[in-house]
């Protein structure tokens, strides 16, 4: 696919005659691309070389400043001419409104200008009506959450810095009020000034109340509701007996260990839990072990869960200091100070992490008890990561706290759905898409709910046979036919 624009891939005349030749297709303006081709495709992803071919003497503007892609198939610029005019470039709108475009700009790309910052903010703040599919100012909420972002990446000397920009050039580009209104919201996000009946989106208001949070992880947390409310599944109960209820214990520590990579051969790991044997050779993994089977195993931990968002951060410090109290490294108990992430997926930045959980609390407490809140609380912690290390098993910990506090059954993962449980969380986050993850989750709860855990020697030579202890690589296939055998005779035949 090739796209041809006068002046960048020859002259006017030039290009007109190799179109007739070659049967092009023509855009529009000088500028053509092969009749199979995707005009969309082309004309999308070479709008600035056309903008500054067919509108020289153009800045991009208004909302297009911020996003600088098309919106709707359209983009906005400012030119110095008397009226506002409409131009398609095949399926592209070219919105232009005339005005000043010497002032507070800034370069994009090699040969283009766009708003700065501070006069992109006053536009957009400006009234616009509507000229086609979208209007040109994305409006004070989106602004907003504009402005977070920039506050949350730059600071507040920052924001400061525009703000007084903008008041400096808004009289020459006649956008008073647009100024008295940006001033009035960068002082309300900055906390120096009221914000009620000044911001208007909850993302704004929760960061002057000191509490910001990271909207796509709220966005994901949503998502995971209306999910959650499609997915039709009856609790599954499970009584265990004393013996039963520290096997099952053992296996969630020795499962979600290896999740994270502390992997022990079976019969090693039951010397460190059943027997207290540390391995010295491998002291802070051997407690790793033993911190999460001692959780898992209490009684009272496990039916604690929270109903508050103080609550909620005091739980989840006490359980990481206990989880983490032999690796001093790591900072036992304390919030993350750095921003961590896994591959490309970044979780929530260390000043957003009360105000998302609080989010996630607000939400969580909406849904029934069981496994909606199992799934959802155990996506708020994996989602937040809110210390340094040790936050899967801490999240899969307040899994089997929900579950067991609605007498229900846990979710164990075993080391072969390793890979499907990270991918399953993975696809949630970045896509926002639900469906692996509640795929894996529904699973195995069933299957956990199906094992036999009342004789130890029998359950592990079940798991063994299924091939839940082995890598996904060589055991997934084996598992899955054994998982789909059990769930297919249904709980009262296991």
């Known amino acids: ?54 509108f020289p003497d153009a800045i ?100 400061n810095a525009i703000r007084q920009e903008a008041n400096a050039i808004a009289p020459q580009l006649k956008l008073e ?3 008295r209104r940006l001033d009035a919201i960068i002082g309300a996000l900055c906390a120096t000034r009221p914000h009620s009946g000044v911001l208007k989106s909850d993302r704004a208001i929760a960061r002057a109340n000191r ?3 990271d909207a796509h992880i709220v966005s994901c947390f949503d998502g995971l509701v209306r999910a959650l409310s499609e997915h039709d599944l009856p609790a599954l109960n499970v009584q265990l007996d004393r013996q039963s209820w520290r096997y099952q214990a053992f296996i969630e520590s020795y499962f ?12 090693e790991a039951e010397a460190i839990v059943f027997e207290r044997q540390v391995d010295e050779s491998r002291h802070a993994d051997s407690h790793d072990i033993l911190a999460v089977y001692d959780i898992a195993v209490d009684v009272d931990e496990m039916i604690t869960t929270p109903s508050a968002p103080d609550e909620f951060r005091q739980l989840l410090s006490r359980r990481h200091a206990f989880l983490m109290h032999d690796r001093p490294d790591k900072r036992p108990g304390q919030w993350k100070e750095k921003a961590n992430q896994a591959g490309n997926i970044i979780f929530a930045a260390p000043e957003t992490v009360n105000g998302t959980l609080t989010q996630g609390l607000e939400r969580y407490l909406d849904l029934p008890p069981g496994f909606a809140r199992a799934v959802f ?93 082995d890598s996904p690589d060589d055991g997934l296939i084996r598992f899955s036919r054994a998982m789909k055998t059990i769930l297919d005779r249904g709980p009262e035949e296991n």
């Open 377 to 469: 609380m155990h996506f708020i912690v994996t989602q937040v990561h809110p210390f340094d290390d040790g936050n899967g098993r801490l999240a899969r910990l307040f899994l089997s706290a929900e579950l067991v506090n609605a007498e229900e059954s846990k979710i164990v993962i075993p080391n072969v759905k390793r890979d499907d449980y990270i991918t399953g969380l993975r696809l949630a986050n970045r896509d926002e898409d639900f469906r692996t993850m509640l795929k894996v989750m529904t699973q195995l709860y069933r299957y956990t709910a199906a094992l036999p855990w009342r004789d130890y020697d029998g359950l592990i030579s079940t798991l063994r046979a299924h091939r839940a202890f």
């Open 256 to 267: 979600s260990n290896y999740i994270e990579g502390t992997q022990f051969a079976l019969s």
């Open 60 to 159: 991009v503007s208004h909302r297009t400043a911020i996003s600088l892609r098309p919106e709707k198939d359209t983009i906005f610029l400012t030119r110095p001419i008397s009226a506002y005019r409409n131009y398609k470039v095949g399926p592209l709108t070219i919105s232009v409104t005339p005005g000043d475009v010497q002032i507070a700009t800034r370069p994009i790309g090699k040969d283009l200008q766009a708003s700065g910052d501070a006069r992109a903010w006053l536009e957009n703040l400006s009234a616009s009506r509507r000229r086609g599919a979208v209007p040109r100012a994305i409006g004070q909420e989106a602004l907003e959450a504009e402005l977070d972002k920039v506050m949350a990446r730059r600071g507040e000397t920052y924001l």
């Open 1 to 54: 696919m090739a796209i041809f624009i006068k002046n960048r891939d020859g002259s006017a005349d030039g290009l007109r005659k190799k179109a007739k030749r070659q049967g092009w297709l023509s855009l529009g303006y000088g500028i053509y691309c092969e009749p199979d081709d995707d005009a969309r495709a082309l004309v999308f992803s070479n709008w600035q070389d056309i903008v500054h071919t067919v």
């Open 211 to 213: 509490q910001p949070f």
């Open 177 to 179: 009020d647009e100024a």
